[in-house]
């Protein structure tokens, strides 16, 4: 992380690492570790968004609940407004989980189906007291559900009778319940058609200028992330491979996996050509994650370094991180 900037963070994570045990055979007794989250390091500034990239299993979700603390990680450091909220326990604990807030990917699953949707956004009000009477939370929940673009009388409908993107605002209003300052959006769109996910996506760039809030946005979808993302982080095997403005990522990735992954967003226009990077084979077992760079069994620029030794995220102009020995 480059130093000048830690001091201007909302959220700063150091060396952030999680493995869990996992059995390696039915009829065996052994267990080995995933290494899910691998001293992942980065920063997000007040009010910006940061997009986090990478394939399915890269550990985005794992990184997302570490953040929350939904999960404990095995050693690391999460600085929140100056604090270290991995020290927090008690009071300040439950003060500061106030601030960071998280929209989960299923909006059907994350919401209780025995409870109205008034009731799922007024729980974290009524937990951490913020309204003195029934009637007053009702208030703020009206409230809420206006922001999020919804009709008063959903306070008394149950979650099967909405839509999948109105489910998904609920779950955006129940994030904005306690005022955060940072919210963990985990895939929030990815479940939803594509015409409905552009109305949740402005709704997110809308509240996020009206609440002036920051948002650690989690896809898979490039094009989303390059709307929305003020700048863009890649995960590889649980790694950050690269950190850059969205602009500047867009138009020049330098780390190998990034370009691959840019080469493989579809074009809409057939006639546009592209230079294809092809990525042979598939991601190794985050159980054995390979020597060197983790990348490099499948990188086309390989050469000797990247085989033994592991590459350092270091700058590369202009508020840019890469970890790659080629730079």
Request: proline share 9%; with cysteine.
């Amino acid at each position: 992380m480059l130093k000048e900037n830690i001091d201007n963070n909302l959220l700063e994570v150091r060396n952030l690492k999680k493995y869990f045990p996992v059995q390696t055979s039915f009829f065996s007794s052994s267990r080995e570790l995933v290494h899910a989250v691998d001293g992942v390091s980065f920063g997000i500034k007040p009010g910006e968004t940061l997009g986090l990239a990478g394939e399915s299993g890269c550990g985005k979700s794992t990184l997302a609940r570490l953040i929350l603390r939904l999960v404990e990680p095995d050693s690391g450091e999460i600085i929140f407004a100056g604090e270290d909220f991995l020290k927090k326990r008690g009071q300040e604990l439950r003060r500061l989980r106030r601030k960071i807030q998280i929209v989960f990917q299923d909006p059907q699953s994350s919401l209780n189906p025995r409870m109205k949707a008034g009731e799922i956004i007024s729980e974290p009000i009524q937990i951490h007291s913020l309204a003195p009477s029934r009637a007053a939370r009702k208030e703020i929940v009206i409230e809420l559900l206006r922001q999020v673009g919804l009709p008063p009388d959903s306070y008394s409908r149950y979650p099967h009778e909405f839509s999948g993107g109105q489910r998904q605002r609920i779950g955006i209003a129940r994030a904005l319940a306690l005022n955060p300052e940072l919210i963990v959006a985990d895939e929030p769109v990815s479940s939803l058609d594509v015409s409905i996910q552009a109305q949740i996506l402005n709704l997110f760039s809308d509240l996020k200028t009206r609440k002036n809030l920051t948002y650690l946005f989690i896809s898979h979808d490039l094009r989303v992330l390059s709307w929305i993302s003020d700048r863009i982080a890649v995960m590889y095997l649980g790694e950050m491979t690269e950190i850059a403005p969205t602009q500047e990522l867009i138009n020049k990735p330098l780390h190998p996996y990034t370009q691959a992954l840019f080469a493989a967003v579809p074009i809409p226009d057939p006639a546009t050509q592209r230079k294809k990077l092809l990525v042979p084979g598939e991601p190794p077992s985050p159980i054995h994650p390979p020597s060197g760079c983790r990348f490099h069994p499948r990188c086309p620029f390989v050469f000797a370094p990247c085989k033994d030794t592991p590459p350092p995220l270091k700058p590369a102009g202009n508020d840019r991180l890469v970890s790659c020995h080629l730079y």
